[in-house]
């Protein structure tokens, strides 16, 4: 018996549905707006963003290089 290929993120778990989706994310999660980072560590998180929308690597860099500076 086989069984059909079953798609591993059906509801886009694994990855932000787009940058602007992950943005929210984190400036929720940082309980601030984006725009109040220096212009370096946004830089950082765009070019992040632009190479992947996977959630685990968003996060990760969240937790190392935002996160301990920015979390109220």
Do not use: C
Not at 12 to 40: C, N, Q, V, W, Y
């Amino acid at each position: 018996m086989t069984q059909p290929f079953a798609d591993p993120d059906p509801f886009h778990e694994l990855t932000f549905r787009s940058a602007l989706d992950a943005k929210r994310a984190i400036a929720d999660r940082l309980g601030m707006p984006l725009a109040k980072l220096p212009p370096e560590q946004l830089a950082a998180l765009n070019t992040l963003l632009h190479t992947t929308l996977a959630k685990p690597t968003g996060w990760d860099h969240v937790r190392q290089s935002l996160e301990h500076w920015y979390r109220g």
